[in-house]
């Protein structure tokens, strides 16, 4: 229940970045926010789970709840 109701903030969204923050959700915090000011390139997408090859030249920053 506490979980639940908690909030964690990840700055930076690259390879480590995107395994914390699913990590973090399969864990049951309440709310995980992201941000990232960089783009996504297809050499980054081997490591970087929350992204595909639609997601190239977009920035990292944008919506991520759709995993």
């Known amino acids: 229940m506490m979980l639940q109701k908690s909030a964690i903030f990840v700055a930076g969204i ?10 973090l959700v399969r864990s049951g915090i309440g ?10 390139e297809k050499p980054d997408l081997n490591r ?10 977009k ?7 759709r995993k």
Request: glycine content about 16%; hydrophobic content about 30%.
């Open 14 to 23: 690259g390879g480590l970045g995107c395994l914390l923050s699913e990590i």
């Open 48 to 57: 970087q789970i929350l992204y595909t090859q639609k997601d190239i030249v």
């Open 59 to 65: 920035r990292k920053g944008g919506r991520n709840d």
């Open 31 to 40: 709310k995980v926010y992201l941000c990232d000011n960089g783009t996504i």
